[in-house]
C-alpha cells in the first residue's frame, strides 16, 4: 500500500555509515511508534531499534551504540543512521509502525511495514 517508504540503502563499505528514511504517506504515523527491523539472507527479520512519538529510544543490545533511530514528525519520517557497519550487518531493512504506546520488539507487534532497502556492506 505504499505507507511506509524506505530509502538510503546500497553498497557500503565495511566501516562506512549509511542512513536510512523512512517517509510516512500519512500524518497519523507522528503520533505512532517507529521501528526499524532487519532481516538478513536465510534468517528471520530481527529488531533493531524503535522510537515512539515522543522521541523515546529502544534498540537491541547487539546493535546498541552503533545504530541511532530518529524522527522528524514534522517531515511524517524516522531516521536509522548506522555507524561503524560490518559485513554481518548485511540485510534488508525494514521500516515499522504500530499504534499505541508500549513499544514491542517483536515482529509481530508492529501493523505497518514497508517495503525495505537493501543495504550490503562489503569487507
Known amino acids: 500500500q505504499g505507507q511506509l517508504v524506505e530509502s538510503g540503502g546500497g553498497l557500503v563499505q565495511a566501516g562506512g555509515s549509511p542512513r536510512l528514511s523512512c517517509v510516512a504517506s500519512?500524518?497519523?504515523?507522528?503520533?505512532?511508534?517507529m521501528g526499524w527491523f532487519r532481516q538478513a539472507p536465510g534468517k528471520g527479520r530481527e529488531f533493531v531499534a524503535a522510537?515512539?512519538?515522543?522521541?523515546?529510544?529502544t534498540y537491541s543490545d547487539s546493535m546498541k551504540g552503533r545504530f541511532t533511530i530518529s524522527r522528524d514528525n514534522n517531515k511524517n519520517t524516522v531516521y536509522l543512521q548506522m555507524n561503524s557497519l560490518k559485513p554481518e550487518d548485511t540485510a534488508f531493512y525494514y521500516c515499522?509502525?504500530?499504534?499505541?504506546?508500549?513499544?514491542?520488539?517483536?515482529?509481530?507487534?508492529?501493523?505497518?511495514w514497508g517495503q525495505g532497502t537493501q543495504v550490503t556492506v562489503s569487507s
Open positions: 522510537i515512539t512519538w515522543s522521541g523515546s529510544n
Open positions: 500519512r500524518r497519523t504515523f507522528s503520533s505512532y511508534i
Open positions: 515499522a509502525a504500530r499504534s499505541g504506546r508500549i513499544v514491542y520488539i517483536a515482529v509481530a507487534g508492529y501493523d505497518y
